[in-house]
């Protein structure tokens, strides 16, 4: 089992940059594929990225793609999201997850087995 912790979140101004830290309790981060989602007021849970094991397959949602950067550290147990250019569109509380099937980049929630408690994403016009 692992436990997640997401970090970073904050208010930011449109066209700025924030980097959110998804700390993973446990020795076996490294056998998790790791993903990114998130949530808006009044909508559906989305996905935004996922990583694999070993870092080697990225996927990203097309409304982020060029623009977040998701990456992982298995020697420090941490995922991480780095998002540029951010949009008032953005605006969410964003979700890290692991997957048990360390090999795949999943964009399906149910395919993920833990989720960390989120953090907020505010970004301002």
């Known amino acids: 089992q692992v436990q997640l912790v997401e970090s970073g979140g904050g208010l930011v101004q449109a066209g700025g940059s924030l980097r959110l830290s998804c700390a993973a309790s446990?020795?076996?981060?490294?056998?998790?594929?790791m993903g990114w989602f998130r949530q808006a007021p009044g909508k559906e849970r989305e996905f935004v990225a996922a990583?694999?094991?070993?870092?080697?397959?990225?996927y990203y949602a097309d409304s982020v793609k060029g623009r977040f950067t998701i990456s992982r550290d298995n020697a420090k147990n941490t995922a991480y999201l780095q998002m540029n250019s951010l949009k008032p569109e953005d605006t969410a509380v964003y979700y890290c997850?692991?997957?048990?099937?360390?090999?795949?980049?999943?964009?399906?929630?149910?395919?993920?087995?833990?989720w960390g408690q989120g953090t907020q994403v505010t970004v301002s016009s």
């Open positions: 990583i694999n094991w070993r870092s080697s397959s990225t």
């Open positions: 997850a692991a997957d048990q099937t360390a090999w795949r980049t999943s964009s399906l929630e149910y395919e993920y087995d833990y």
């Open positions: 446990g020795r076996t981060f490294s056998t998790y594929a």
